[in-house]
């Protein structure tokens, strides 16, 4: 994450320009993103950046409306590349997807492998190591640029899962 987010530390953001908002798949971890989506929030509607992504536009008023379905997406998901932080936490919140998954309609086998592709062997060495936070023996949460890697994890053994994502204060 901190690779991808070093790339985009070298875009300039003009005064006219409130924030730039990095969201979607390049965010949430996937391995190769067809493209790198990133809201600009403006009130000048020639404002641009410098770099190639495909742009999105909202004014202020419209990012702080609820109704806006890209405004829930960059607090959702958005990284600010103004503030340098995830959008949700310059407001004191932590965006995480919890997932929740059913191993009983796999095998034996099936089950025990899907076991340690996520915790390892020893419970703590799989794909989630240290950065899950267990809420029961088939929930857990993580950090928002961990979906993507999660979910192929849980496909590939074909396991049943649900996801939230979450703002937690």
């Known amino acids: ?100 998954y059913d191993l009983s309609g796999l095998s034996q086998t099936m089950k025990v492998q899907a076991i340690y592709a996520l915790k390892g062997r020893d419970g703590k060495s799989g794909i989630l190591k240290n950065k899950a936070e267990w809420i029961s023996n088939n929930t857990f949460m993580i950090e928002v640029f961990m979906e993507y890697d999660i979910s192929a994890v849980l496909h590939k053994f074909n396991v049943p899962y649900k996801k939230y994502y979450m703002l937690i204060y």
């Not at 006219?16 to 971890?29: E, L, N, T």
């Not at 202020?60 to 890209?70: D, G, I, V």
């Not at 407001?91 to 919890?98: A, I, L, Q, Y």
């Open 1 to 100: 994450m901190q690779k991808r987010l070093n790339h985009l530390s070298k875009i300039k953001i003009n005064k006219s320009i409130v924030d730039a908002v990095v969201f979607g798949s390049y965010i949430k971890g996937k391995e190769v993103p067809r493209d790198i989506d990133i809201a600009l929030i403006t009130d000048d509607p020639g404002a641009n950046l410098d770099f190639k992504a495909h742009i999105s536009r909202l004014t202020p008023r419209e990012f702080f409306n609820p109704k806006t379905s890209l405004a829930n997406t960059l607090v959702k998901e958005g990284y600010s590349l103004r503030n340098k932080m995830f959008v949700s936490e310059a407001w004191g919140f932590k965006n995480r997807v919890m997932f929740s």
